[in-house]
């Protein structure tokens, strides 16, 4: 099957500047950026520079002349999904080469507003904020460190499917997930060929294991019992998998779903017709509605990465009547305060009391779309293991199956 690629190209396959459109661009701060509008983006930062558009903020950045206007350039930064705290976590980490030691955490957050400026303080740094910026940062490093964990930098696709396990009953699994996979290299932004009926399972067990490093890294779900433990996992796989898979497919303009490998599912109904049927069974109605209510939601509103970090906690962090009474009231609050920390973020990177109270509506509408997704998702595990496709009997059918008591005798 030819290698087709759903990211913005130039003809010789390398990636476009997402800011000027230069056609030597690679992954800097979050986004498809050259080296000119790296750099530029990263002194702005560091240097929290204010600029101001001497027209009316809508000028045009191309690559021939990407210099002309600074604010209109910053302001595209931005839109695009530049990531201001991956440049201040690049600042931090050389400083302390550097220095030796670790330097305080700048809590400015630079901001381009229509105006082209770089917000450089709030008026509203108190105790209460400061709590909520904390809580911000530590969903953010978490998420970039789940990201980033690797067992083996040089593994192939071939060592995954090898290492891909799902004859392992969901406790054994849960408590040994190194017996589902291997903590193979994530490789959302590759896409280089159509996904194959093997990439589903190979998806489902790297996400499995990703998702028990994402929860384990909470002090908040460490202290719950071993079965409040268990029956959150169980619940909340699938709701954060959608979250994760929806904003790689946005950040990586991807009209369909990457997987974790260098494989992806189109939402193209002509590519489609190139794809095993069984693919199509589990993909298509899941791809059309995370594409429809996720995805292009993120791109109406320009998410960050910081507003993504928060709403994987928030979606993660659910009661549900089968887990004990006290670890429903640790997981509500849990869930509430990562809820204010979001509101109050956006709050303050926004200004207007309106916008904010509008983006905040955009984010929270999310969640309920990603219970529908993992409804159906759920419906098409079972369907597809009853009739032994894809590899996705055992281990998938047990999480994705009616939550039965699974709670050991005492």
């Known amino acids: 099957m030819p290698a087709v ?3 913005l190209t130039t003809g ?10 230069d056609d030597k661009a690679s992954r800097h ?12 983006f990263r002194r702005s930062v560091w240097e929290k520079r204010t600029y101001k558009c001497v027209g009316d903020d809508s000028c045009e950045v191309a690559q021939q002349f990407r210099n002309r206007c ?56 108190t105790p209460e904020f400061e709590e909520h910026y904390g809580l911000m940062r530590n969903v953010f490093n978490i998420q970039r460190s789940i990201d980033g964990i690797s067992d083996d930098p040089d593994d192939l696709v071939l060592n995954f ?13 849960f408590l040994n997930p190194n017996k589902v996979s291997k903590r193979t290299r994530l490789e959302w932004s590759r896409c280089t060929r159509l996904a194959e009926l093997k ?35 169980k619940n909340r796989f699938a709701p954060v998998a959608w979250v994760l898979y929806a904003f790689q497919a946005y950040v990586n303009g991807v009209d369909g779903v990457t997987l974790t490998n260098d494989a992806w599912y189109p939402n193209d109904r002509e590519l489609q017709k190139e794809m095993h049927s069984s693919c199509n069974d589990y993909y298509n109605p899941l791809g059309d509605m995370m594409t429809h209510d996720l995805v292009n939601t993120m791109r109406e509103i320009e998410m960050n990465e910081e507003e993504y ?25 849990t869930r509430d305060k990562y809820t204010q920390a979001l509101c109050e973020f956006v709050r303050f990177k926004i200004g207007s009391d309106l916008m904010s109270m509008e983006r905040i509506g955009s984010l929270m509408l999310m969640l309920t779309t990603v219970e529908t997704l993992t409804r159906q998702e759920d419906d098409n595990v079972q369907y ?4 032994n496709l894809a590899g996705l009997n055992g281990l998938p059918y047990e999480l994705h199956s009616e939550m039965i008591d699974c709670r050991r005798e005492h």
């Open 70 to 125: 600074r604010a209109c350039r910053f302001a595209k930064c931005i839109r695009v999904g530049m990531d201001t705290m991956a440049v201040q976590s690049e600042r931090e980490t050389r400083t302390e080469n550097n220095v030796g030691k670790r330097g305080k955490l700048s809590r400015q957050l630079p901001y381009a507003r229509s105006q082209g400026h770089v917000k450089q303080e709030s008026s509203r740094s």
């Open 199 to 233: 990439d589903l399972q190979i998806t489902w067990c790297r996400t499995f294991v990703w998702f028990h490093d994402y929860l384990s890294s909470f002090v908040e779900f460490r202290t719950l019992c071993h079965d409040d433990k268990l029956y959150m996992f």
């Open 12 to 21: 010789g396959g390398e990636k476009r500047c997402f800011v000027c459109g």
């Open 309 to 333: 970090s928060a709403l994987l906690a928030i979606v993660a962090f659910k009661p549900d009547y089968r887990i004990s009474n006290v670890g429903n009231d640790h997981i509500q609050a």
């Open 5 to 7: 690629s759903p990211i």
């Open 29 to 40: 701060y979050g986004t498809i950026a050259c080296n000119g509008c790296k750099g530029f």
């Open 384 to 387: 597809m293991a009853l009739f």
């Open 161 to 173: 499917q090898l290492q891909c396990n799902v004859n392992i009953k969901l406790e054994d699994a």
